[in-house]
Every structure is written in C-alpha cells, then in structure tokens.
C-alpha cells in the first residue's frame, strides 16, 4: 500500500509534464500524465498503431471525384481517420518506477 501512495503523490507531482513509467513486469512508457486517482494513473502516449507508410498512401475523401461534386450529407470519412495521441491507464499497484523526463517530449 505504501508503493502505490508514492506512485499517486509523484503523479500528481508530475501532472501534465513527460515521464517514463516501469511497470513491475519491466514494461515501459513514456507519455504526458493527464491525471492521477487513488488506483490509476492516465497517461497520454503517442500512437503507434499507424506507420508513416500508411500516412502516405491513405486517400482521402474527395479526392478524384469531379469539381463541385460532394455526397449528399457531407463527407462519409474524417480527413483524420486516427488520433495521434492514445490514453493508456495503469493501475498504480502495478508501477514500479515515475520517473520526470528531462527536455521536451514531442
């Protein structure tokens, strides 16, 4: 119980600013905390779920189509089909190690 006070007290101390995280299996993150409860810790991670390859060849909606021609309840598809941002949740009994990231992080 006395690890994971510490986890809370040092992410609220780090709230809004880079960190590194290891987990007690030996995982690691780095992201921005966003907010800390008594069981949890929010962290923002850059995605990785899409390479820049696919940024690169991902069509966009309108494109092609002849001038003034648009679907009749606007565009079926966002222009940004994914969030370059996802929320990762921790529990604070699984943190091993908080630790402040020097610099900036993006």
């Known amino acids: 119980m006395h690890q994971q006070q510490q986890m809370y007290t040092l992410g609220n101390h780090y709230l809004n ?12 993150f780095q992201g921005i905390v966003e907010h800390v409860d008594p069981h949890y810790l929010y962290l923002a991670v850059p995605n990785q779920s899409m390479h820049r390859e696919d ?28 969030s370059p941002i996802s929320r990762l949740v921790l529990p604070l009994t699984a943190l091993a190690a908080l630790a402040l990231l020097p610099g900036l992080y993006y």
């Open 17 to 28: 600013q880079p960190v590194s995280v290891q987990t007690v299996d030996n995982q690691t």
């Open 55 to 82: 940024q690169e060849t991902r069509q966009f909606p309108g494109y092609g189509v002849p001038y003034g021609y648009f679907p009749p309840y606007g565009y079926p598809y966002s222009p940004y089909p994914y």
